[in-house]
């Protein structure tokens, strides 16, 4: 290049500019030049594209006929604005304004605006990008974006070697940790130790190109609890198809395990429960043919007047009623556990019943048992069977005893809950609303989980034999059931035992059934 | 009618028989059956002062047999007995049968002296 002189072409100058024009057409971008007035000056090939216009359609007319209101109307004012302040507001930089077709659709460009004084006439040169699919992908990013924010499900990216590369809202929530702690960290942070080989395991998987799809496992949040969690986990492909990292799905089944323990105990008491409704039935036939026969046999003996002959046999007599009455009450109480045996259900003042039961408990606590009753102002009335409510209290009473042999202190509190639907995965049995609760807790040796998940089954003691029916727990069950409630149990070996009673209020006075 | 005469429907043979005999020693007229229809049959031949029958049978059950008597024998005193627990809807069938007209109930297993105050006192009462 010798020489700039647009004013005064050379044969030199043209060669020059043609090769500029022929550079300029072959650009990705469009490029349009106005003068001062908005006149349209140049339009190369790539605005012919965009804009739908031959250049020839254009060139003299103004620049505002590519825009659509309201810039369209606003552009003249620009200029003459910029002529007479020199202020500018987009020159020298760029910005995302919309452009207007010949077909009178619209869409985005990015535009930068430049000017340049060529012989003394001001011109402006704008460059133009054509940025709908940028912009199309930036909105199906944000919708994907969005999608993972909104999800209860941690969803995570990281490295092939394990560094957290993304870490969603749900992610926060699953494991504890929010998003700026995790980030750039590895993913063994979540991983329980003796679990890590299975993580070497998915990447070995994940570098093969395999998915793992609802593997459950054991992950560890931030506060140290491990908890059960689904994960889904694919590779994520690179430009080039290699595998360059993983995103990993990762669902809390803490709730889901939960319910799903819920729906197998109660169908294993529902089970249990029709067993022993059965047995009861032949089990009372039999004590009535016992009982009818060892009355009818000291009838007849009386009838003989050999009283004094037999007084052996009588008392061997005496020792099969006994036997057999006992046989009656354990049935009785099978019942109450089965619901057949009609419960005498009256309104009870829950704090009035727990005072009344406070000295019997003390006798059956013994002297190095303290008793703590906290009585809460609202705990009011419940509709149930009172001495069966008692004996509930003194069989929990006995339990708590025999986990403090060391003494303790029991705790009694009653009150009022209200429960929501967050309660329903603890609670699946009970409807959302307003419950009376009693809780009974003792700071004894507390239980195992495979002990506590069995307590309420009937015959299931951990009591020496001969010392335990294993009937109280599950009568206690049925009692509070059939009063359309639910009871709870919570314990870990050290830590005590803590049974939560709730049942429906009723108004004092309400007439019982 | 006897006065003294009592009809015992029970289909447990060893239930019914130590009924029969705790009220035969007691001086009753005792008349046994072991289903619904061979006890409504007893009935009509001879119908008793008391009738005790057993709620929970096979085929026709005490229920049956206290609607069927209530409605031909409205003089005979019905006494209810049920072991309960078999079935599930059990619950109240002793209360399912004052409502259909026994005049009392009693749940298994039975205490053989209540049970005969009970049916001395039906027998007795006007």
């Known amino acids: 290049?010798?020489?700039?002189?647009?004013?005064?072409?050379?044969?030199?100058?043209?060669?020059?500019?043609?090769?500029?024009?022929?550079?300029?057409?072959?650009?990705?971008?469009?490029?349009?030049?106005?003068?001062?007035?908005?006149?349209?000056?140049?339009?190369?090939?790539?605005?012919?594209?965009?804009?739908?216009?031959?250049?020839?359609?254009?060139?003299?007319?103004?620049?505002?006929?590519?825009?659509?209101?309201?810039?369209?109307?606003?552009?003249?004012?620009?200029?003459?604005?910029?002529?007479?302040?020199?202020?500018?507001?987009?020159?020298?930089?760029?910005?995302?304004?919309?452009?207007?077709?010949?077909d009178g659709g619209t869409f985005p460009i990015d535009l930068s605006v430049a000017e340049v004084n060529i012989g003394g006439q001001r011109i402006f040169s704008g460059i133009v990008r054509d940025i709908t699919e940028r912009k199309k992908a930036e909105k199906t990013s944000a919708l994907l974006s969005a999608l993972v924010e909104s999800s209860s499900d941690a969803i995570i990216s990281k490295t092939l070697d394990g560094v957290i590369t993304s870490w969603n809202k749900g992610a926060e929530q699953?494991?504890?940790?929010?998003?700026?702690?995790?980030?750039?960290?590895?993913?063994?942070?979540?991983?329980?130790?003796?679990?890590?080989?299975?993580?070497?395991?998915?990447?070995?998987?994940?570098?093969?190109?395999?998915?793992?799809?609802?593997?459950?496992?054991?992950?560890?949040?931030?506060?140290?609890k491990d908890i059960p969690v689904s994960l889904t986990v694919s590779p994520i492909f690179g430009p080039g198809g290699a595998i360059i990292g993983a995103s990993k799905v990762a669902r809390d089944m803490t709730e889901r395990n939960l319910q799903d323990e819920q729906l197998r105990h109660a169908q294993k008491m529902e089970a249990v429960g029709q067993l022993t409704s059965g047995v009861a039935h032949d089990f009372n036939n039999l004590l009535t043919v016992v009982l009818g026969n060892t009355r009818l046999i000291r009838k007849m003996m009386a009838a003989q007047q050999k009283l004094p002959v037999f007084?052996?046999?009588?008392?061997?007599?005496?020792?099969?009623?006994?036997?057999?009455?006992?046989?009656?009450?354990?049935?009785?109480?099978?019942?109450?556990?089965?619901?057949?045996?009609?419960?005498?259900?009256?309104?009870?003042?829950?704090?009035?019943?727990?005072e009344e039961t406070h000295g019997l408990l003390a006798r059956v606590l013994g002297e190095h048992i303290k008793v703590r009753v906290v009585a809460g102002k609202d705990a009011g009335c419940v509709r149930i069977d009172q001495d069966q409510f008692i004996n509930a209290f003194i069989n929990l009473a006995a339990n708590a005893r025999d986990a403090m042999p060391q003494g303790g202190t029991l705790t009694i509190e009653t009150g009022r809950a209200a429960l929501g639907e967050k309660d329903k995965a603890a609670l699946p049995e009970l409807a959302p609303g307003d419950y009376t609760f009693i809780t009974v807790s003792d700071t004894g040796t507390g239980m195992p989980e495979h002990i506590k998940a069995r307590i309420f089954e009937p015959f299931f003691t951990t009591k020496p034999a001969g010392q335990g029916t294993g009937l109280g727990l599950s009568m206690i069950y049925g009692l509070i059931r059939d009063s359309g409630g639910y009871i709870q149990v919570d314990s870990a070996p050290g830590r005590g035992t803590t049974f939560r009673i709730y049942l429906p209020p009723c108004e004092p006075g309400v007439k019982s059934a | 009618m006897t006065q003294k005469r009592v009809l015992v429907i029970d289909d447990e043979d060893s239930v019914r028989k130590i009924?029969?005999?705790?009220?035969?020693?007691?001086?009753?007229?005792?008349?046994?059956?072991?289903?619904?229809?061979?006890?409504?049959?007893?009935?009509?031949?001879?119908?008793?002062?008391?009738?005790?029958?057993?709620?929970?049978?096979?085929?026709?059950?005490?229920?049956?047999?206290?609607?069927?008597?209530?409605?031909?024998?409205?003089?005979?005193?019905?006494?209810?007995?049920?072991?309960?627990?078999?079935?599930?809807?059990?619950?109240?069938?002793?209360?399912?049968?004052?409502?259909?007209?026994?005049?009392?109930?009693?749940?298994?297993?039975?205490?053989?002296?209540?049970?005969?105050?009970?049916?001395?006192?039906?027998?007795?009462?006007?």
Request: net charge negative.
């Open chain 2, 19 to 126: 009924l029969c005999d705790n009220l035969r020693l007691s001086g009753l007229d005792v008349a046994a059956a072991a289903s619904a229809d061979e006890g409504l049959a007893l009935l009509v031949s001879d119908p008793p002062g008391v009738l005790i029958t057993d709620i929970i049978m096979p085929g026709k059950s005490g229920l049956d047999v206290i609607a069927a008597v209530r409605k031909s024998h409205p003089q005979v005193r019905i006494l209810a007995i049920s072991g309960g627990g078999r079935i599930k809807e059990n619950d109240d069938l002793l209360e399912k049968a004052l409502t259909a007209g026994a005049e009392a109930v009693l749940a298994k297993p039975l205490d053989l002296d209540e049970f005969e105050r009970t049916v001395f006192r039906l027998l007795e009462a006007p």
């Open chain 1, 311 to 354: 007084a052996d046999i009588a008392e061997r007599i005496q020792d099969i009623d006994t036997a057999a009455h006992r046989g009656a009450d354990l049935v009785r109480r099978l019942m109450i556990f089965t619901r057949q045996r009609p419960l005498q259900k009256t309104v009870v003042d829950v704090n009035a019943c727990v």
């Open chain 1, 1 to 102: 290049v010798t020489a700039e002189a647009p004013h005064n072409p050379t044969p030199q100058d043209d060669s020059y500019r043609l090769r500029l024009e022929s550079i300029l057409d072959n650009i990705v971008d469009g490029l349009i030049t106005i003068d001062e007035k908005g006149a349209i000056q140049s339009f190369n090939k790539a605005c012919e594209r965009m804009f739908g216009y031959a250049a020839a359609e254009v060139l003299g007319r103004n620049v505002n006929m590519l825009m659509p209101e309201p810039y369209a109307g606003q552009h003249d004012g620009y200029i003459k604005n910029y002529r007479d302040t020199g202020r500018a507001k987009i020159i020298g930089i760029g910005r995302e304004v919309e452009a207007r077709r010949k």
């Open chain 1, 174 to 224: 699953v494991f504890g940790y929010a998003s700026s702690e995790a980030v750039g960290r590895n993913i063994n942070m979540v991983i329980p130790p003796e679990r890590l080989p299975e993580e070497t395991r998915i990447i070995g998987q994940l570098a093969r190109g395999e998915s793992i799809d609802h593997f459950e496992t054991l992950r560890r949040r931030k506060d140290g």
